[in-house]
């Protein structure tokens, strides 16, 4: 396995890579604890992982003698909730989990996110150790110090930040993933080649182009990507921890992209894919952006990825569905009121070239939504 040393703010975390290697991610779960000892693995995981690929995983651990036990969750957006944490730290705690334990979880962004907070809130805290099983949670999920779970229909809006012992991937399980998470991959991938240009976009686009009949790497081809993504998010998150600052560019799309994914299903990669497309259609209007930006979204968003296939499915005025209300909660940057009329958002000027605070009146909101219908 390749090892990348992945920093954010004063933490140094090791990040593992590689393929057909679950013993060797075994091995240096085995060494993790000849630092410092630990009684049992707990392996976190939704019912789709459990059936697929825990087996190997889980036989490779009991191979180098490590206890483990596994928790499996009911998979979906829906179950990132309160409830779901309850049962994960009911599960921990019947099954005799220590502040000695370690929590491995095994899944997407999803299971990260709740078995990481779970990790935050045992016991004030014990070690986890993020294997990811998904594409899109690889490269952006686990790359960052955010565990949170949805509440009262807002997405990520209960968590706190909390660092993974390690990182430790194996790409030969996406062989699993459908086309439609590996087009989610792809669109946090497409949201660092528009915020930073250069290699991001030049490494992307031959490998999209590629496999424009269906969206199926290759197993090399996944590593490559994999690269790209833990650099793109290593630049920032070394100086800005939270990403509340200079990393606050990775929100770009995400604005929208959060309340297509809550209101209509849409995966999260998709939803800030289609997020990108409404900012895009801003930044034109307002700011002007360059012809290189106007060519990637479209190009790469629409007939890349979704070919004639439109998202016809908008409303914008239907109360059972608040697209509306729930982009102007789920901004990073600021709230739309009825006093400001205005919130702030992720906008880019020209490839590599980002507004990080472009203010944006309702009203352009309301049109770029139609834009992407």
């Known amino acids: 396995m390749e090892r990348f040393e992945f920093t954010i703010g004063d933490d140094v975390i090791p990040y593992f890579l590689g393929k057909q290697c679950f013993d060797d991610i075994a091995d240096e779960i085995g060494r993790i604890g000849t630092v410092k000892s630990f009684d049992k693995i707990i392996i976190g995981c939704d019912e789709f992982v459990n059936e697929h690929h825990v087996p190997p995983f889980r036989d490779a651990l009991i191979r180098k003698g490590i206890p483990v036990v596994v928790c499996v969750t009911t998979p979906g957006e829906s179950h990132k909730s309160m409830a779901s944490l309850d049962d994960i730290a009911q599960f921990c705690l019947q099954n005799e989990c220590s502040r000695n334990s370690i929590i491995v979880p095994f899944g997407g962004g999803i299971v990260g996110n709740m078995f ?75 949201k660092n080649a528009i915020i930073f240009g250069g290699e991001h976009l030049a490494i992307l686009e031959p490998i999209l182009d590629r496999h424009q009949a ?131 958002d992720v906008l880019v000027r020209k490839l590599g070239v980002v507004i990080p605070k472009a203010p944006i009146a309702s009203l352009q909101v309301r049109m770029a939504y139609r834009r992407v219908a």
């Open 214 to 344: 269906g969206l199926k790497f290759t197993e090399e081809e996944m590593l490559e990507l994999m690269r790209l993504g833990i650099k793109a998010k290593g630049s920032l998150l070394r100086d800005d921890p939270k990403e509340r600052t200079t990393a606050i560019i990775f929100e770009y799309g995400h604005t929208v992209g959060h309340a297509l994914e809550l209101t209509y299903g849409v995966s999260h990669g998709c939803a800030v894919a289609l997020g990108m497309l409404a900012a895009s259609y801003i930044s034109n209007k307002v700011h002007k952006c360059m012809h290189d930006v106007r060519r990637v979204h479209p190009l790469s968003l629409c007939r890349l990825w979704f070919g004639n296939q439109r998202y016809l499915f908008l409303d914008l005025d239907n109360p059972d569905r608040p697209v509306l209300r729930l982009n102007t909660m789920c901004t990073q940057m600021g709230i739309m009121t009825d006093e400001h009329r205005a919130a702030h």
């Open 116 to 190: 990481g907070l779970a990790a935050a809130l045992l016991f004030r805290g014990i070690r986890f150790i993020h294997v990811p099983t998904t594409f899109l949670s690889a490269h952006d999920s686990v790359t960052s110090k955010k565990q949170a779970i949805n509440h009262t229909d807002l997405k990520n809006i209960l968590g706190t930040y909390y660092v993974p012992t390690a990182i430790m991937c194996n790409v030969s399980v996406f062989e699993t993933l459908t086309e439609d998470n590996i087009r989610s991959g792809s669109g946090e991938l497409t």
